[in-house]
């Protein structure tokens, strides 16, 4: 919001308030909203001050799309299905259980036509998303138990988020929604038999493997997480032209770099754990993933039919991953 007094008003200053899902400072996820702050401030010259706040000192973690919304915070930095309460669409633009990689989502986003379904889904809220990057392929998560059969999902209770939450539930396990920060406790007093968080080098951040033996993979549930910034409209309205393109190619900046940065950390994380935290890196087996992806295809048909929003953006996502993906069969996939 603009300064209304003082010399700052002369020199056109703003001041933001960006409040965001993660604990203050947090390795990885955290860096997102940080380096955006870091970039307008530098390239707007001290313009533009953005403040960022963890969860908790404003708002809790899953009141910031609310929080934004109401013009409490002029800027907000979560996941999008964390509101799927609120708008069933939002999924696809996180992530989808065997959905599309980083790389193929950022460009479903940006050249395929999702972000302006993105927009057209949180118009309403009076909410500008931007993708607010991206952990790359997660790992399927932390279990205080062998899984070597479906068997071994009935009734475990997972801490898993998003559509996922609801294809763990469908293949017979329960699903547990809680923040970040309520992870480690959960986990290590057996309120939760496992979590999934994102990957070796945020998930050592955690202290992950201190709480829980198994580490598995693949992250069939989010091939590649796509963050978000959230910007409230009156806000983003409210700055000069040259101001809210400093914003908009910031936030592309901090998307890629998270990438960058997972993908550099990740391996020596997981070195780090196995090596010296004796920690047991296992495989799901085939049999599960199958019966996972089962139930994926049913959730999904009834998310689609359920909400006319979803069943849109679905439509572009598909036809957008179905190209992709038979394009990086004999490119990534075939060399790799």
Do not use: C
């Amino acid at each position: 919001h603009a300064v209304a007094a003082g010399p700052e008003a002369v020199q056109g200053q703003y001041h933001w308030k960006l409040v965001t899902t993660w604990p203050k400072n947090f390795p990885g996820l955290g860096s997102g909203a940080e380096n955006l702050a870091r970039y307008v401030d530098e390239m707007s010259a001290g313009r533009l001050k953005i403040h960022v706040y963890g969860a908790g000192e404003i708002v809790p973690a899953f009141e910031v799309f609310d929080a934004v919304s109401q013009g409490v915070a002029d800027a907000g930095h979560g996941a999008a299905y964390y509101w799927k309460g609120k708008i069933p669409a939002s999924v696809f633009f996180t992530t989808i259980p065997f959905g599309m990689t980083a790389q193929e989502s950022n460009a479903w986003l940006h050249y395929g036509g999702g972000l302006a379904l993105w927009q057209e889904a949180y118009a309403p809220f009076n909410l500008i998303p931007l993708a607010g990057g991206s952990s790359g392929v997660q790992m399927a998560g932390w279990f205080n138990r062998e899984i070597n059969s479906i068997a071994d999902l009935q009734g475990l209770k997972m801490r898993i988020p998003g559509l996922a939450g609801d294809v763990f539930a469908e293949a017979g396990g329960t699903a547990v929604r809680i923040s970040g920060g309520e992870i480690y406790t959960s986990l290590q007093t057996g309120v939760i038999d496992a979590a999934e968080w994102v990957g070796p080098y945020n998930d050592l951040a955690l202290g992950m493997h201190e709480v829980a033996k198994y580490y598995y993979y693949p992250g069939w549930h989010e091939p590649g997480s796509m963050l978000e910034f959230i910007i409230n409209k009156d806000s983003f309205n409210a700055l000069p032209p040259d101001l809210q393109a400093i914003v908009t190619y910031a936030a592309r900046a901090a998307n890629q770099d998270m990438l960058d940065e997972f993908t550099a950390r990740n391996n020596a994380a997981l070195q780090d754990m196995v090596s010296n935290h004796g920690v047991q890196l296992r495989r799901l087996p085939d049999d599960v993933l199958l019966a996972l992806y089962r139930a994926d295809q049913k959730v999904m048909q009834q998310l689609v039919a359920s909400d006319p929003m979803a069943a849109k953006v679905n439509a572009s996502y598909q036809k957008f991953y179905a190209g992709v993906r038979a394009y990086h069969h004999i490119s990534e996939q075939a060399y790799i």
